[in-house]
C-alpha cells in the first residue's frame, strides 16, 4: 500500500505539471494564432479618419447612435459603401452589392465561423447560427410550418386572443390614472414574448400580466442576448475568450443565464412530452414529431424566441413612436377601418381583410424602413471578391448590409427619404411593395425571414386594435431615439406614453 502510495504521488505530480504545461502552450497558441488572424484581417493601427474617429468614439459628439455616425459616412460615400478597417468590417448601403450578397453570390456569404461562435452558446445550431446542410434542413422545415395555414390561423388566434384579454385591459386601465404613463416597449417585449412562446411552446408565460414579475425565462433572454451581442463588439474576440475560460465577468453571468434557458427549455420540453404532442399545433410539438435530439430540439426553439420576440416589439414601439408624431397619418388609418367596419369592433375583422387594408400596410412598412429591428446583418467572405460597385473583398472580412442606414438614403428613396410618408408605398391607393435588396428588412434572397407574414399578422392586429380604442402620444420631449447597443433595435430607457381612451 505504501509503495503504490509513495510510486503514485511522484505520478500525480507529473501529470498535474505536464497539464499546466500543456495548458500553457494551448493558451499561448491559441493567443498566437489568433493574433496573427486579426494582424492579418483587420489594421488595429489603422490612422485613417474613420478608424481614429472609430477608436476614439469621437462620433459621439456629433450622432446620438452609432448607426447615425455609419448613416452619415454612407451617405457621402460615392459608392454607398465604407469600411472600418479596425474590426475589419466593410459596411454597404448599396442595393446592387445587397442583392449581391444575399442573392448573386450567397454561397460566398454565409454567416460564417466567426459569427456561429460569438452566438454559439447561445444559439447552438438553431437556424439563425448556421450554415451549409444543417441550416438547409431547418429551413425547409420551418418554411413548412410557418408558411402553412394552419400556423398562420393558430397565430392570429393567439394575437387576437392576448390582444382582447391582456393588451386592451392593460392599457385601459392606464388610461384611467391620471398621470398613467407607461412604458410602451416594455408592454410590446412582453406582449411579444407571450405571442412567441405560445405559438412557439404552446405554453403561456402570461408576462403581460404587468403585475407579475417578468417571467425567469424572458430574464435570462435578456441578458443572453445582451452579453452575446456585446461579444460582437469587441475589437478582438480574445477577450471575450479568455474570460469564458476563466469563467469571468460577463462571460460568467452568460454561462449562467444560459444554465437557466437550458433548464426551462427542458422542462417545456417535458411538459410538452408528457402532454402529449402529436395533436398540438405549436413548433415545438411539430418539430419534436420529426427531431429526436434533445440538444437540437432547444437550439432550434431559442433561435424562434429570438427571432419572433424582439424584433416584433421593435417594430411596434417605432411604430408607435412615429404615429404619436404624426396625428394625420393615424386619422387616416382611422378612416380606413371605418371604411371596412363601420363602428364595429376592429376585433371582427379577418386576417385577409386586414391584407386588404393598403394605408394601414403602407404605415408599417414605412415606419419599418426608417426604424428597421435588425439595424445591420453581417455576413463572412469566404473568397475574394468584388462588390458591384467595384469594392474589392478580401477572404474573411465582415460584409455589413445596413438597413438603417438604406432607409436613409437619398439615392434610394429620393429628397424626402427622412419624411415618415406612408404614401410612398402606394400606387393609385394600392400598397406595392419594393425590392426587398433596396428594403432589406426582413433580409431578402435565399435565407429571407421566414416568420414575414407572421409578423405582419401581429403588427396589422395590434396597431388596429390600439389607434381604434386610444390616443397615444409620447410622454415629454419628442426627442430622436438613442438605441441600446444589441441584436435588435431596442430603445434606450423605453418608450414612455400617456394613454387615453377615446372618447373618454
Ligand atoms: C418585424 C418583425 C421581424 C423582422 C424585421 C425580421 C427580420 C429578420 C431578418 C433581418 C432575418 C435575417 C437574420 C439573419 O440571417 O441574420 C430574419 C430571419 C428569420 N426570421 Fe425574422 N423578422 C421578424 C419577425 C419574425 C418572426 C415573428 C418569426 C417567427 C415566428 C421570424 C422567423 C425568422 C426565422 C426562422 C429566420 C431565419 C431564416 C433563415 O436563416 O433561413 N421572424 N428575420
Not at 392593460?170 to 407607461?182: M, R, T, V, Y
Not at 452575446?228 to 452568460?254: H, I
Not at 407574414?453 to 420631449?477: K, N, W
Not at 434606450?492 to 373618454?504: F, M, Q, T, Y
Request: with cysteine.
Amino acid at each position: 500500500m505504501g509503495f503504490e502510495v509513495s510510486c503514485f504521488l511522484p505520478l500525480q505530480s507529473m501529470s498535474t505539471t505536464f497539464c499546466i504545461l500543456f495548458f500553457s502552450f494551448t493558451i499561448l497558441f491559441s493567443f498566437l494564432s489568433l493574433l496573427i488572424f486579426i494582424l492579418r484581417l483587420i489594421k488595429p493601427w489603422c490612422n485613417c479618419e474613420v478608424c481614429r474617429c472609430f477608436l476614439s468614439a469621437g462620433w459621439v459628439k456629433d450622432f446620438g447612435n452609432l448607426c447615425d455616425w455609419y448613416t452619415h459616412l454612407l451617405q457621402k460615400s460615392p459608392t454607398g459603401t465604407i469600411h472600418v478597417h479596425v474590426l475589419g468590417n466593410t459596411i454597404t448601403a448599396n442595393p446592387e452589392n445587397v442583392e449581391h450578397m444575399l442573392k448573386t453570390r450567397f454561397d460566398n456569404y454565409p454567416k460564417g465561423k466567426p459569427f456561429s461562435v460569438i452566438l454559439g452558446d447561445l444559439l447552438g445550431r438553431g437556424i439563425f447560427n448556421v450554415d451549409g446542410d444543417s441550416w438547409r434542413f431547418q429551413r425547409k422545415m420551418a418554411s413548412l410550418e410557418l408558411g402553412s395555414v394552419s400556423v398562420r390561423s393558430y397565430g392570429f388566434e393567439i394575437v387576437g386572443s392576448e390582444i382582447q384579454s391582456r393588451l386592451i385591459p392593460l392599457l385601459s386601465s392606464a388610461a384611467g390614472k391620471e398621470d398613467g404613463i407607461l412604458d410602451l416597449q416594455d408592454v410590446f417585449r412582453r406582449f411579444s414574448f407571450d405571442n412567441i412562446c405560445r405559438l412557439s411552446f404552446g405554453l403561456d408565460p402570461g408576462c403581460l400580466q404587468l403585475s407579475l414579475p417578468v417571467s425567469n425565462f424572458a430574464v435570462a433572454f435578456d441578458l443572453a442576448s445582451k452579453l452575446s451581442a456585446e461579444r460582437a463588439m469587441a475589437v478582438s474576440p480574445l477577450v471575450w475568450k479568455m474570460k469564458r475560460l476563466l469563467n469571468l465577468g460577463s462571460e460568467r453571468k452568460l454561462k449562467e443565464a444560459i444554465k437557466v434557458l437550458n433548464t426551462l427549455a427542458a422542462e417545456m420540453k417535458n411538459q410538452r412530452r408528457q402532454m402529449g404532442f402529436s395533436d398540438q399545433k405549436d413548433l415545438l410539438s411539430r418539430f419534436m414529431a420529426s427531431v429526436d435530439d434533445d440538444q437540437y430540439l432547444r437550439d432550434i426553439v431559442i433561435s424562434f424566441v429570438l427571432a419572433g420576440r424582439d424584433t416584433v416589439a421593435s417594430a411596434l414601439t417605432s411604430f408607435f413612436y412615429l404615429l404619436s408624431q404624426h396625428p394625420g397619418v393615424e386619422a387616416a388609418i382611422r378612416d380606413e377601418v371605418e371604411r371596412f367596419i363601420g363602428g364595429t369592433e376592429a376585433a371582427a375583422l379577418s386576417f385577409d381583410q386586414m391584407r386588404q387594408m393598403h394605408y394601414l400596410n403602407a404605415a408599417i412598412y414605412e415606419s419599418m424602413r426608417l426604424y428597421p429591428p435588425v439595424q445591420f446583418d453581417s455576413k463572412c467572405c469566404q473568397e475574394d471578391d468584388i462588390l458591384p460597385d467595384g469594392t474589392f473583398v478580401r477572404k474573411g472580412t465582415r460584409v455589413t448590409y445596413h438597413p438603417y442606414a438604406m432607409g436613409r438614403m437619398e439615392r434610394i428613396w429620393g429628397p424626402d427619404c427622412l419624411e415618415f410618408k406612408p404614401e410612398r408605398w402606394l400606387r393609385n391607393g394600392v400598397f406595392k411593395s419594393e425590392n426587398p435588396f433596396k428594403f432589406p428588412v426582413f433580409q431578402g434572397g435565399v435565407r429571407v425571414c421566414l416568420g414575414k407574414e407572421m409578423a405582419l399578422v401581429e403588427m396589422r392586429s395590434v396597431v388596429l386594435a390600439l389607434v381604434q380604442r386610444f390616443d397615444i402620444r409620447v410622454a415629454g420631449p419628442n426627442r430622436a431615439p438613442r438605441f441600446v447597443p444589441g441584436l435588435t433595435a431596442t430603445m434606450r430607457g423605453g418608450l414612455p406614453v400617456l394613454v387615453r381612451e377615446r372618447g373618454a
